[in-house]
């Protein structure tokens, strides 16, 4: 499984993540949206950092999930991402 490493504040209040298997790259699209209204202050945006349990985190109130940004940074599906989520009838 690949868990986050490396990740930090770029301009534009995008995020710089790097995985254990060698991935990285940038995502954004975050700022003002609900329990985001914090960004506002860029500042509180550049506090991101690597959680306990590898989500990508502001504060106990913000956090996403590292697997959706993986998926952002790839362009891969869920499926393919995490195979076991197929049916066995794609498989077939």
């Given at each position: 499984?690949?868990?986050?490493?490396?990740?930090?504040?770029?301009?534009?209040?995008?995020?710089?993540?790097?995985?254990?298997?060698?991935?990285?790259?940038?995502?954004?699209?975050?700022?003002?949206?609900?329990?985001?209204?914090?960004?506002?202050?860029?500042?509180?945006?550049?506090?991101?950092?690597?959680?306990?349990h590898?989500e990508?985190?502001?504060?106990?109130?913000?956090?996403?999930?590292?697997d959706s940004?993986?998926?952002?940074?790839?362009?891969?599906s869920?499926?393919?991402?995490?195979?076991?989520?197929?049916?066995?009838?794609?498989?077939?």
């Open positions: 499984m690949f868990k986050p490493l490396k990740v930090k504040a770029l301009q534009d209040y995008k995020i710089w993540v790097k995985y254990s298997d060698g991935v990285e790259g940038e995502v954004d699209n975050f700022v003002g949206k609900s329990v985001f209204k914090p960004w506002d202050d860029y500042d509180e945006f550049k506090k991101v950092y690597i959680g306990d590898g990508i985190a502001w504060s106990d109130k913000i956090d996403l999930c590292p940004i993986y998926m952002k940074i790839t362009g891969r869920p499926e393919q991402v995490f195979p076991k989520l197929q049916t066995e009838e794609v498989n077939a």
